[in-house]
């Protein structure tokens, strides 16, 4: 804007013209005021501008904090749901680790007895491979005993059944079954039989075929002489004579 220098004013001269004036020069004033104006107001309005920009950039930010503080406010609360859904996951593990830790324990007592149990199953077995040794020893014995017996008697048996016309067999244990024929003139292959228990150290008989009535008799003298082959001979005889007397 061009600067308008002050003009200097001879007060007396113009006091001495017939109609004194003095030039204010207002048309360079107001043009000069305008110019003013017009600075001021373009001033005012870059001012204004500048201030709606940094108004509108505190806007946009603020708009952006609010946005960012409110997603971090949900990404917070997804937090916390997930650290309480954790810290349930937690307290179920730790139940269930209580839980495996008793089940531990009495599933440990369980073995412990069971060990336990198995050391007295072996004790008993160990009893019972004695027991059985000892029995199978007596058992080793007692057939040695009997083949002895055997042995000894064999030749008896079978001159017995020879001479008697009997066959003497076992048919249970500690029974036996004699057989006799040639009793019965009218038919010498008609069998007359009896059984003979020796179980105990009384004798019996535990049937006859046919009936003897005097079979008591038999039997009380076989248990005072324990002699097996008289009483073999006798029940042949007992068997004769109920044929004779039918």
């Known amino acids: 804007m061009p600067q308008v220098r002050p003009t200097h004013i001879d007060l007396a001269s113009i006091l001495a013209e017939p109609n004194p004036s003095v030039d204010l020069r207002l048309h360079a004033y107001e043009a000069s005021t305008s110019n003013f104006l017009r600075a001021v107001t373009n001033y005012a309005n870059r001012a204004v501008a500048e201030i709606t920009k940094h108004r509108n950039a505190q806007e946009a930010d603020k708009k952006r904090l609010a946005e960012k503080t409110v997603a971090v406010k949900a990404e917070t609360n997804q937090c916390k749901v997930k650290e309480i859904e954790l810290l349930a996951v937690m307290e179920r593990e730790k139940e269930e680790l209580r839980e495996a830790e008793t ?44 083949e002895m017996h055997a042995a000894q008697t064999g030749p008896e048996l079978n001159a017995c059944e020879t001479r008697l016309r009997c066959h003497i067999e076992g048919i249970e244990k500690d029974r036996l079954l004699i057989r006799f024929t040639h009793i019965d003139k009218t038919d010498i292959d008609r069998e007359f039989s009896f059984v003979l228990d ?20 038999l039997l009380n003298e076989l248990n005072e002489t324990r002699d097996i082959f008289r009483f073999i001979k006798l029940m042949r005889s007992a068997f004769a004579q109920l044929v004779e007397h039918h």
């Open 198 to 217: 020796v179980a105990s150290k009384s004798t019996q008989v535990i049937t006859t075929t046919p009936p003897l009535p005097n079979l008591p008799i």
């Open 103 to 146: 089940s531990i324990i009495a599933l440990k007592r369980q073995l412990a007895s069971i060990r336990e149990t198995c050391q007295s199953v072996d004790a008993e077995i160990e009893q019972y491979r004695a027991l059985t040794a000892n029995l199978k020893r007596e058992k080793d014995r007692e057939r040695q005993t009997l």
